[in-house]
Nanobody, 119 residues
């Protein structure tokens, strides 16, 4: 499974960005998909997870109400809509295919896309 993430960039605090992750596999709909982020010197953290059908999602408190994960199984794509961005959201964002909530449960990773939020 190959994953290609895109959509990162520079945005002012309070702004929005939409990340996309395209998968090159016919079995995309079998995978739970997640978005993760990593700040310099810190561990990778989970920011959103969506189940195979798209009916169940999970977010940590730090992004709940601001981030929305969705998926289109016909297009083999998962999205992360990020609103009301804060400077502390600055990180490299990764999409991954796997299961569960923890990064260690994910087998396939995209290359990462940098999100920078200026104050």
């Amino acid at each position: 499974v190959q994953l290609q993430a895109s959509g990162g960039g520079l945005v002012q605090a309070g702004g929005s960005l939409r990340l996309s992750c395209k998968a090159s596999t016919r079995t995309f709909s079998r995978y739970t998909m997640g978005w993760f982020r990593q700040r310099p010197g810190e561990e990778r953290e989970t920011v959103a997870v969506i189940d195979t059908s798209g009916s169940t999602t999970w977010y940590p408190d730090s992004v709940k109400g601001r981030f929305t994960i969705s998926r289109d199984n016909r297009e083999n794509t998962v999205y992360l809509q990020m609103d009301s961005l804060k400077p502390e959201d600055t990180a490299v964002y990764y999409c991954a295919a796997g299961r569960g909530m923890s990064p260690v449960e994910y087998d396939y990773w995209g290359q990462g896309t940098l999100v920078t939020v200026s104050s």
